[in-house]
């Protein structure tokens, strides 16, 4: 029995018997992270550095070093310590601090800038402030994507001089986005710093602006938004997008919600493409005040397997169809412009649409694919327009 219990104790121990194996391993990281941080703020280097996910650290330029130093609390974070990798893990600074990225700016690339940014927090102090701020400078082209997972930047406003360049050669796919590369891709609950800048692909293959999935969220400013791309924003898997007077615009759709996702996208521009705002499969859209037009082609709302979308005050003009609902799909459309569309409404499978007050309906060729105010398989259209 004795020697069981030696057995067992001595299994528990290693490293000459001082310390217990478990322990040993985390002596041994914490050794590893001291030497980074002694390396990193050697004698005679004074300044902030920032350690990546690989243990690189990184001397941070004179200039970030200064902005961010003369932003401290007195008596908070002495210059010197490392930027990251400490123990309270993020610095605190009074005011506003900005980032730049390009040729002449702090950092040649987005995702560095936002790798030190998300150091950053910006105290609350009860009145409007720049907080935490990384700009973009004119003439940047970039060729990058943003790939979140279980990441909030949301502390963070992105701008520059609309629009930025993006180019997407090289960009790879997001495993549940349908092919579609994403330029921000964010994942697991993942939150995006605000959008307030417009992104413009110029050059590259198929890609997305913007891709919300599992959880995630998204804010756009009404000076931000995506263009260029083939789809503008597509938010998946319970995720949200919030952008009111945003701009969205692809060549295949601008807004796509799906899986009980939401987007609140009220006096957006989502016009152009082959569709305007798509809420599926239990997902809803607010598209109030929205322009949807297009240029002859295409619908400007679309709604399916009981995914509501709101269009109150929306503009559609110049679609194939402008609003279409099917498979339990639910469209309100209140005092809408439906005008130049060769079909206003149009229901199939049990979709439903409510009708009122709608404005201009001129050069309209089918108001309605079916008797208004019946019930049938194929849907129904609730309205008070009078009919002929």
Do not use: C
Not at 179 to 207: H, M, T, W
Not at 214 to 235: E, I, K
Not at 270 to 275: A, Q, R, V
Not at 323 to 335: E, K, M, V
Request: charged content about 15%.
């Amino acid at each position: 029995m004795a020697r069981r219990n030696h057995r067992r104790i001595a299994a528990g121990w290693s490293i000459g018997g001082l310390f217990p194996g478990s322990m040993a391993l985390v002596f041994a990281l914490l050794a590893f992270a001291w030497s980074l941080q002694v390396q990193a703020s050697g004698p005679g280097v004074p300044g902030l550095y920032w350690i990546d996910d690989r243990g690189a650290s990184h001397l941070l330029s004179e200039q970030i070093r200064d902005q961010v130093n003369s932003r401290l609390p007195r008596g908070s974070q002495p210059p010197g310590r490392p930027f990251a990798n400490q123990d309270q893990g993020v610095v605190v600074v009074d005011g506003g601090v900005e980032f730049t990225v390009g040729a002449n700016g702090h950092f040649q690339s987005l995702n560095e800038a936002l790798g030190v940014a998300s150091a950053v927090r910006s105290r609350h102090s009860g009145e409007r402030g720049e907080g935490v701020v990384v700009t973009i400078l004119e003439g940047v082209v970039l060729n990058e994507q943003v790939n979140m997972h279980n990441t909030d930047l949301s502390h963070i406003r992105l701008t520059g001089n609309s629009p930025v360049m993006v180019d997407t050669t090289g960009f790879a796919n997001a495993d549940d986005d349908r092919g579609s590369a994403p330029f921000f891709n964010l994942q697991f609950g993942s939150e995006s710093p605000k959008i307030d800048v417009i992104f413009e692909q110029v050059a590259g293959g198929d890609a997305v602006g913007l891709l919300a999935n599992r959880g995630s969220s998204a804010v756009l400013t009404p000076n931000g938004g995506f263009v260029g791309f083939r789809d503008g924003a597509t938010v998946n898997n319970g995720s949200t997008l919030t952008g009111r007077f945003s701009t969205l615009q692809g060549s295949r759709w601008a807004i796509h919600a799906r899986h009980m996702s939401d987007a609140n996208l009220r006096s957006a521009r989502l016009d152009g493409g082959d569709i305007g705002a798509w809420a599926r499969r239990a997902s809803r859209i607010d598209a109030r005040a929205a322009d949807l037009s297009g240029h002859g082609s295409g619908e400007g709302l679309r709604a399916d397997n009981v995914s509501l979308i709101e269009a109150h005050g929306a503009v559609i003009n110049q679609r194939a169809i402008a609003a279409n609902a099917f498979r339990g799909g639910q469209i309100n459309l209140l005092s809408a412009n439906l005008a130049n569309t060769g079909t206003a409404m149009q229901v199939s499978d049990g979709g439903f649409i409510y009708a009122h007050g709608l404005g201009d309906l001129s050069n309209v060729g089918q108001v309605f694919s079916i008797e208004p105010n019946t019930f049938s398989a194929r849907g129904v259209i609730l309205t008070d327009l009078a009919v002929d």
